[in-house]
């Protein structure tokens, strides 16, 4: 008789299970997720962190001021004119920015393919815009990390193209950790096409190990927090 049966005969006689399973490590349990002021304090901060820019406002008024404040000033500063493409999401609805756009002398060009427009228009529309404008779905306050699901009116384009990226954040969509963005995404129930992660601007190392702003994407990353 082996010493595996062996000890089986044992544990039966004393009423023991005489094929236990390997003890199990115990379940991770993540600790609670910090409150909303402080979720979002921590995404601002790691955010700036990775070279980018924070706007926390009190309304949807305020976040227009601020958009059309950034642009104008840039348009003032370095460019003869400024041509923003923005998305065209339920978010950017209800922000209503256009006409204060086109009143400060912005053009501006909507991500919405219709029949006169097509989706390599579009895409070049965005090669073409000195800023994309877009809502954000999520805001990861752990790794400063905004997620942008795609969606009709919100392609790729729009936040990858342009050299200026302004992205627009409702304060309750900041999670602390991708484990909880992962189950507000589930939670929606059908998966979007892609998601989109941005931290900071866009960000290239050569084998020299020297890193470069702005190469592969967007070079300058403000994001409006609306707190309401």
């Known amino acids: 008789m082996d010493r595996k049966s062996f000890l089986a005969r044992v544990r039966t006689s004393l009423g023991v299970d005489p094929d236990p399973l390997p003890p199990q490590p115990p379940r991770y349990v ?25 706007h926390q406002v009190s309304s949807v008024q305020a976040a227009r001021q601020k958009i059309v404040g950034l642009l104008a000033t840039r348009r003032t500063q370095d460019l003869a004119e400024m041509r923003v493409i923005r998305g065209d999401t339920p978010a950017m609805q209800t922000l209503d920015i256009d006409a204060e756009l086109r009143a400060a002398g912005i053009e501006l060009t909507v991500a919405r393919p219709t029949e006169t427009m097509t989706h390599e228009q579009l895409r070049a529309g965005a090669f073409a815009a000195d800023a994309g404008l877009t809502s954000v779905d999520f805001g990861v306050a752990e790794t400063g990390t905004l997620a942008l699901l795609a969606a009709p009116g919100q392609g790729r384009a729009v936040s990858l193209l342009p050299p200026l990226h302004i992205a627009v954040l409702d304060a309750g969509d900041v999670v602390y950790e991708l484990a909880a963005l992962f189950e507000q995404v589930q939670a929606r129930g059908e998966l979007p096409s892609a998601l989109t992660f941005i931290t900071g601007p866009s960000k290239t190392g050569d084998i020299e190990q020297k890193l470069t702003i702005g190469v592969h994407g967007p070079g300058e990353l403000h994001l409006i927090v609306i707190e309401r």
């Open 30 to 54: 993540p600790p609670p997720a910090p409150e909303l002021t402080e979720r979002i304090r921590i995404l601002c901060t790691e955010l700036e962190a990775a070279g980018g820019f924070t």
